[in-house]
């Protein structure tokens, strides 16, 4: 049930709005099955398989209106469902932002779904949960690790006519080895819309290895560094940015991207000139979704050009006070890298910090898009282009605005994921001069 | 929602992408009907259906949770109520073990059919994991406590209180900020009903209603020549109460350098102060980095308990499950075993409890049908306990569970969770004022703000809303840019003075993430203000 083709939802919806008597409407429906394993101690601790689906109605008499949800599906829920939104919109004040909903229009069809992960089953799942507990035990090593499938479906519909559906799938992976001794720890994640992609031994091989070479560090000062960030590491601190590229907070001025006096930095060099992201949905590596929220269609933008900031997203409202087309919130991130691999960022570095994973980072300063955070499971000393030995994790506070800045070289882009918000990236591995730690921790 | 989207939420002002990042689950709630709650009989028929299908499958051991969830969530900015969202929730979750193994399934559907076949799978689910696990799960004895029930001791329901009334006071507050000279606010209140039904195969059949409600803003003000921006969050807390806490008293207000609130809180005047405070905050002094003695108010010191103080303690991060995500812990069976782990100098007490009133945390028995208690985390600067569910009492020679298990609905399966975890008050009768008076060279904070800590909960750093310098145990002004870095023994070592129970009070987390996938809890942590000397407090300014 949860899982609706496109012809059953676009019924159900339109049966949805049938009972309407709002000026406007707009019926949303969101579906989601999928399952998990979470293990630790290299034994299995929960599992369970999850479906969802849920309708949610937004009714608007002139500019007020309201939103009520459900999840039940019978002829009588969805009039009650249709009624309370009409209650609660007849209730709310006039909202002086209330935009007119948006007619017909086409999408492209998305291609983020694969039919082999949402064919997965309990069995696949245990499979490669297996496969990542033998490489800890044979590693002589303690496996904690996560896996998740989803295979989720959206549409709206709305009283002017648009509808638009699309599915996506997608499988998370992570893993966390660590010694009997506590001594050393290491990592790896990965998130695929293809689980055909997705190799729990190797991965798990890469976390035993980080744990293993990541054992007795040894403490250094901290301070200035130069520091080369692998993916996973530079996904979970620039997510913190690319979720600040809105124009409205900008032209308000109270975000990193408002221009001191007024306006937004747009046409600005505020970054090294071998900076470029852009988002395109249809990425084969990483596609996205091709509309949103507000029915407007998502196509391939660039946000940032050789450092100079290129776009902003403008919601409709936005756009319209301020005379521009809409710019939707980007649906994926992709930065450009460089040719050169890992290995090869490491060999051309003098002396530096190799970050495998970066952990629990906050905003500190919103005006400079300030983080603050830690290096956590493997962290290397490196000097004359080779690996010397680990280091003690280190705190920092660091903008990942003046980390841009001061990029050193990139490497090859790859798919990582997000170890907080589980969302796929496409990032390569960025060196930087002059990363700045601010003190030692003793955490493995 | 995860803590980190209302966080970002709230902490980047983004406004009408709110609603995007709430997960409303569930269906809205009906305006034009009572609140009324499940009939206890109803729900005692459909535990017993499970209870009995999982035993006839090879349970060992069942228990059922059928739960009714409420969400109300009113969001507003400037002069716009931006939405409001009515959310119910209901279902069945069944926890078994087969096998010494843990299974579990939940389902929305409750005929009687559905609920005995997700009996069957929570079994199978069991049975089938069972060949994966090392050691069979032991679980601490529980005696069944028959049918009993519970409701938090609230006042008024706010669930009750018309939306109107709501939205008319949140827009007062934005328009008192506004008057006083701010450029942007958001004003929210979440609120929260659980209606949990327990049923266990020791014999337990517990109802239980609990509320909760947070009231809170964000308030910018910006220098338009500068370009430079300043941000105050409301001083509230997050509470287990109903309407009542946002009527004011003068009773419950704490007047200084700003008003402080204890179990009423005065939005209205929160909000003209916060704005008239960020006119001062854009002319502070940037602090010079260095050590300096803290001196912390409740309204600050609550966050950095729960996060130097409540997470290392919960046992499951110390065993190891959570390693994959929010981490192990520092305080390893070892340091406790040898009972003189020095975890902070011998004025504090810590203790973990599941039932003060008011607070996040009470409840008059946790998801695993365990009457809560109080107990001591923290004797007189030494470890001297952990936080434990059933199934892990044993490992640290408990002959019973501590009543620590929760689960964020019916269709999740409960976990170990905080209970609050408190600074017990100093037993010399001391104000705020008198820890001032006695400081050389120091900052007074008030409010929480960002807050960082490594996965073994050694090294933390925290901001904060109001910074004011004190010299010669006077308070000479404010100042800004101020975070401090400490490592959690060291800083608690450092703990020289605390206030007496006079100025007792509770801060919170509305939405405190653990698990995979990531599950929250609400929790309180209560202190008295309190003082740490010789801090390193870095200065957090830059320029892009």
Redesign the interface.
């Known amino acids: 049930m949860a899982i609706l083709h496109k012809e059953a939802t676009k019924a159900l919806l339109q049966k949805v709005l049938s009972f309407s008597k709002a000026d406007e409407c707009e019926v949303s429906l969101r579906g989601t099955e999928g399952g998990?394993i979470?293990?630790?101690?290299?034994?299995?601790?929960?599992?369970?398989?999850?479906s969802?689906l849920?309708l949610?109605v937004t009714s608007s008499f002139g500019k007020r209106?309201?939103?009520?949800?459900?999840?039940?599906f019978t002829d009588d829920?969805l009039k009650?469902?249709v009624a309370?939104?009409e209650?609660?919109a007849k209730?709310?004040?006039e909202?002086?932002?209330y935009m007119p909903l948006r007619g017909p229009a086409e999408f492209k069809d998305a291609p983020g779904y694969v039919e082999a992960t949402a064919n997965m089953t309990?069995d696949d799942r245990?499979e490669a949960?297996?496969k990542s507990?033998n490489v800890a035990k044979e590693a002589k090593l303690?496996a904690?690790?996560?896996i998740?499938n989803t295979t989720g479906f959206n549409a709206i519909m709305n009283s002017k006519g648009l509808f638009a559906y699309d599915t996506d799938t997608n499988v998370v992976f992570?893993?966390?080895t660590?010694n009997s001794a506590?001594t050393g720890?290491g990592?790896a994640g990965r998130g695929f819309n293809d689980f055909r992609k997705l190799d729990t031994h190797e991965a798990t091989r890469i976390a035993a290895m980080k744990a293993n070479s990541s054992a007795d560090a040894k403490a250094i000062e901290p301070g200035k560094y130069t520091v080369i960030l692998e993916p996973i590491a530079a996904t979970y601190m620039l997510e913190n940015m690319f979720?600040?590229l809105?124009a409205?907070?900008a032209d308000?001025?109270?975000s990193?991207m408002?221009?001191?006096?007024?306006g937004n930095r747009i046409g600005e060099q505020?970054m090294d000139e071998k900076v470029t992201i852009y988002s395109d949905p249809f990425h084969p590596e990483l596609p996205g979704p091709t509309w949103n929220?507000d029915g407007l269609p998502l196509e391939k933008t660039t946000w940032i050009d050789k450092g100079v900031v290129k776009n902003l997203a403008y919601?409709p409202?936005w756009a319209q006070k301020k005379g521009v087309q809409p710019v939707p919130m980007p649906s994926n991130i992709i930065m450009e890298g460089g040719t050169a691999s890992l290995e090869e960022l490491i060999k051309s570095t003098e002396k530096g910090i190799l970050v495998s994973r970066l952990?629990?980072?906050?905003?500190?300063?919103?005006?400079?898009?300030?983080l603050?955070?830690?290096t956590?499971d493997g962290t290397f000393y490196i000097e004359n282009g080779e690996i010397k030995y680990p280091v003690k994790?280190l705190?920092f506070?660091e903008?990942p605005?003046?980390m841009l800045?001061n990029v050193e070289a990139l490497g090859k882009t790859e798919r990582s994921v997000s170890i907080?918000?589980y969302r796929s990236f496409m990032i390569p591995p960025i060196k930087v001069r002059d990363f700045t730690f601010?003190?030692?921790?003793?955490?493995? | 929602m995860k803590r980190r989207d209302f966080l970002h939420l709230t902490g980047m002002g983004i406004g009408a992408g709110i609603l995007a990042q709430i997960p409303v689950l569930g269906k809205a709630i009906p305006l034009e009907t009572p609140w009324h709650t499940v009939d206890v009989a109803r729900k005692k028929e459909l535990a017993d259906i499970a209870l009995e299908a999982a035993r006839s499958k090879g349970a060992t051991y069942t228990d059922v949770r059928i739960g009714r969830y409420l969400n109300q969530f009113v969001i507003t900015r400037e002069d716009k109520v931006q939405n409001v969202v009515n959310t119910e929730s209901y279902g069945i979750g069944i926890r078994v073990l087969a096998n010494g193994c843990w299974g579990f399934a939940s389902t929305d559907d409750l005929s009687r059919d559905n609920i005995a076949r997700t009996a069957a799978l929570a079994v199978a689910i069991a049975k089938e994991n069972s060949r994966l696990i090392t050691t069979p799960v032991e679980l601490a004895p529980q005696k069944g406590v028959g049918e009993v029930s519970w409701k938090a001791p609230i006042q008024r329901n706010a669930f009750e209180v018309p939306i109107k009334e709501k939205a008319d006071l949140l827009l007062s507050v934005n328009d008192a900020a506004l008057k006083g000279g701010a450029n942007y606010i958001g004003s929210y209140l979440f609120l929260v009903n659980e209606q949990k039904y327990f049923a266990s195969s020791d014999g337990s059949y517990i109802d239980q209603d609990i509320h909760r409600i947070w009231p809170t803003f964000d308030i910018t003000k910006i220098d338009s020549a500068t370009g430079k921006f300043e941000r105050r969050s409301a001083l509230s807390a997050p509470r287990g109460m109903g309407y009542e806490y946002l009527m004011p008293n003068e009773a419950e207000k704490i007047h200084g350098i700003t008003t402080l609130y204890r179990n009423r809180y005065d939005m209205l005047e929160d909000a003209r102060q916060g704005a008239a405070q960020l006119g001062q905050k854009m002319k502070a002094k940037s602090v010079e980095p260095g050590k300096y003695d803290l001196v912390l108010d409740p309204s600050h010191l609550w966050l950095t308990i729960h996060e130097s103080v409540g997470h290392p303690t919960e046992l499951d991060r110390v065993l190891g499950y959570e390693a994959n995500f929010a981490g192990t812990s520092f305080l390893t069976l070892d340091k406790w075993e040898s009972k003189k782990f020095n975890f902070g100098s011998p004025i504090v007490n810590i203790k973990a409890d599941k039932k003060q009133p008011g607070s996040l945390g009470a409840v008059g028995y946790d998801d695993e049908g365990v009457p809560t208690q109080e107990w001591d985390l923290i004797k007189n600067g030494i470890l001297v306990n952990y936080q434990a569910i059933r199934d892990q009492a044993h490992v640290i020679g408990l002959d019973h569970s501590q009543g620590c298990c929760y689960s964020q609905s019916w269709s999740d399966v409960q976990f170990q969770r905080m209970p609050n975890v408190s600074l017990q008050p100093g037993k010399q009768r001391m104000s705020p004022q008198d820890i001032i008076k006695n400081v050389e060279r120091g900052i007074y904070i008030v409010g929480d703000g960002s807050f960082s800590i490594d996965q073994q909960r050694y090294n933390f750093q925290f901001g904060g809303q109001l910074f004011y310098e004190i010299k010669n145990g006077q308070i000479t002004g404010m100042l800004k840019d101020v975070a401090y870095q400490s490592n959690t023994q060291e800083f608690w070592n450092s703990c020289k003075a605390i206030a007496d129970e006079r100025d007792y009070r509770l801060g919170g987390s509305f939405f405190d993430g653990k698990g995979q996938p990531e599950q929250v809890s609400a929790v309180s942590h209560g202190s008295s203000t309190a003082r740490f000397n010789g801090v390193n407090v870095i200065n957090t300014a830059r320029k892009i």
């Open positions: 998990n979470r293990y630790a101690r290299n034994a299995i601790s929960t599992a369970g398989d999850i969802t849920t949610s209106s309201g939103t009520a949800t459900i999840n039940e829920a009650r469902v309370r939104s209650e609660l209730l709310a004040p909202n002086p932002e309990p245990a949960v297996a507990i303690e904690a690790g996560f998740e992570t893993i966390t660590r506590g720890s990592f979720r600040g809105d409205r907070n308000e001025g109270r990193f408002s221009k001191p006096g007024g505020l929220r919601s409202y952990w629990y980072i906050r905003l500190v300063d919103a005006q400079t898009l300030l603050t955070g830690l956590r994790n705190r506070n903008s605005v003046i800045n907080e918000s601010t003190s030692l921790s003793d955490a493995v």
